[in-house]
Structure formats: structure tokens, C-alpha cells
């Protein structure tokens, strides 16, 4: 056997020896391009990885006073405390809900956009409409907050100003449990559509223009090239979004939800970061609000798995 295990492990040595000659090739190269990096690196061991000793606060009864070394190891407790708890389970399919709805409501939205804005022939009128579409990112979820509170308030927003003028009544936008998740849900569409475009715009660019030629000459109208050129060059990139949205089901959108929602509405917005933020700076349970983001990420990373597993079985494609 022994013979056996040499002659394998010698390709596997002088692969690995011609990997890391031609790295170092490349770094002499291109070194400066690698200095770059230093800085980039540095920020994620700093504030990504160096923090992830963190978790250990999930298995402890911390104290602050007594700090993280001295504060007792309790194992699963928090863990058991978390999936026994009926506020928990709430807050978790409310979280679902949001996530769900803004999938199956937004996720499309930019694709749509994209396609629309790549069909416009207008130069000039297509960079206006990205460049309107886009600023909305560029503001805080506190300045666009206080724009759609002021539009919808009881009190003078615009938008019950014209519903009371056709005859109707004042909605409560921001106090009805049976409305407020659309607010939600409206809000982050018009403040997050228009930069998620860019992605699909850019996978536009890399579609061959022949293909479109080639449709042209088949007799395919511009409907027929978006939905057999267009679309299908679009396939990788949709793929790819959705699975890392899939990562991030959970984050239900906390910044968001907490400048929105109020006490009045708690029972259908309450998702996992703002119960979270509650429970560990309001109560000062820093242990449990802990397990509860750990199960947060652990969660995110199964998905993001078995969505890409599933993409490279059924569709042979995938993020890696």
C-alpha cells in the first residue's frame, strides 16, 4: 500500500509546488495590484472575521461586568430558550412573511426595469430615467421614513389629502396591521429597484449583439428577442442574485423596520434584527440575542447551500 500512496501523493506535490510558483509570479507581476489588496484584507480581519470570537457569548451567561473570559459556560440554553419561546417563533414567521413578500414582489422588479430600460432606444431620456430611478439608495432609511410618513400621514399626507378629496376615508398607514407590511414592502421597492438594475443592465452588455441579428433575420420581433435572447442571456445572473438573496432571507430589512413600525403595528413587523436589537440593548440579554443572530446566519448559510446545490442539479448552474 505504501507504494501505492507515494506514487498519488507525488502529482499532488508538484501541482502544488507549480500552484504556488505561479502565484508567486503573478505577485512579483503584479504587485502593486496585490498592495491594494492589503487594505481591503485588513478590513475584513478586522471587522468580519476578528469579531466572530463573539459567538462564544451565545453558550455563556454573560455579564458585562464580569466580562467574556469569567462569565459561565451554559451550552445550549440560550438555544432551547430561543426555540421555546412563543415571542421568538412570532417574530420568526413574521420575518419570513416580509422576506417572502419582498422576494416575490421585488426580486422581479429590477429584471423588469432592466429589460425595459434596455429596449429604450433614447440615449439621453434612458440616462435620465436610470439616473431618477437611481438616487433613491443613495438616501438613508431615515430621510426616505420621514418622505413616506409626511406622504401618508392622517394629517395632511398628500396621499389621504386625494383620498378624502374622491370621497373617501383616512387609511392609518403606519398604525393598521393590515396595511403596514405593504408600506414596507412599497418603500423598499422604490428605494432599492433602481440600484439593483445595475447588475442586470451590466449583464445585458455581455449578451452577444449577433443573437440578436440572427433573431432579426428569423423573422423575431422585439418581443421575441426579449423573451428568447434577452431573458435566457439574463439566466446566470438571475440565478446568482436569487441564491444570495435566498442567504439573506432572515434579514427581513431591520434598518427599514426600525425608523417604520411602532408599537401599534409590533404584531406584524417585528422580525428577527429589530427583536434582536430590542432584547439585547433594551434588556440587556446579550447572551440570547446572540443565539438569536448565530441561528440567524446559520440559517442564511443553509440556504445559500442548498440553493446553489439545487441550482447545479436541476439547472447545472451555480455560484460555484
Known amino acids: 500500500m505504501k507504494p501505492a500512496t507515494t506514487e498519488l501523493s507525488a502529482p499532488v506535490a508538484k501541482n502544488r509546488n507549480m500552484y504556488f510558483r505561479t502565484l508567486w509570479s503573478d505577485i512579483r507581476k503584479d504587485w502593486d495590484l496585490y498592495v491594494a489588496l492589503i487594505p481591503g484584507i485588513a478590513f475584513l480581519l478586522l471587522f468580519k472575521y476578528t469579531p466572530m470570537y463573539g459567538i462564544v457569548i451565545a453558550f455563556k451567561d454573560f455579564n458585562i461586568f464580569d466580562g ?17 419561546n412563543d415571542s421568538f417563533l412570532h417574530v420568526f414567521q413574521n ?4 422576506s417572502l413578500y419582498k422576494i416575490v414582489f421585488l426580486f422581479p422588479l429590477p429584471i423588469i426595469v432592466a429589460v425595459l430600460l434596455n429596449e429604450l432606444k433614447n440615449l439621453a431620456f434612458k440616462k435620465g430615467v436610470q ?12 430621510i426616505v421614513s420621514g418622505l413616506f410618513i409626511d406622504l401618508l400621514s392622517t394629517n395632511g399626507g398628500l396621499v389621504n389629502k386625494i383620498i378624502v378629496a374622491l370621497g373617501g376615508e383616512p387609511i392609518r398607514f403606519f398604525l393598521d396591521s393590515e396595511i403596514f407590511r405593504s408600506v414596507l414592502i412599497s418603500s423598499a421597492g422604490w428605494k432599492e429597484t433602481g440600484w439593483s438594475t445595475i447588475v442586470y443592465l451590466a449583464a445585458l452588455t455581455s449578451i452577444d449583439p449577433q443573437l440578436y441579428e440572427a433573431a432579426k433575420i428569423d423573422g423575431a420581433n422585439r418581443w421575441k428577442q426579449m423573451v428568447h435572447v434577452t ?4 439566466v446566470p445572473i438571475i440565478l446568482l442574485m436569487f441564491i444570495l438573496r435566498l442567504g439573506n432571507i432572515l434579514e427581513a430589512g431591520t434598518e427599514q423596520i426600525l425608523v417604520m413600525y411602532n408599537p ?23 447572551s440570547f440575542s446572540t443565539a438569536v443572530g448565530l441561528f ?22 451555480g455560484i460555484w
Open 131 to 142: 439616473t431618477v430611478i437611481y438616487l433613491p439608495h443613495f438616501l438613508s432609511w431615515v
Open 264 to 286: 401599534s403595528v409590533y404584531n406584524v413587523s417585528d422580525v428577527i434584527g429589530t427583536y434582536v436589537y430590542r432584547i439585547g440593548l433594551g434588556d440587556q440579554d446579550y
Open 68 to 84: 467574556l473570559a469569567a462569565s459561565p459556560w451554559v451550552g445550549l440554553k440560550h438555544f432551547e430558550k430561543l426555540f421555546a
Open 95 to 98: 420575518t419570513l412573511i416580509i
Open 231 to 234: 431573458l435566457p442571456g439574463l
Open 296 to 317: 440567524d446566519s446559520v440559517v442564511g448559510f443553509i440556504l445559500i447551500m442548498t440553493g446553489n446545490a439545487l441550482s447545479r442539479k436541476f439547472l447545472q448552474r
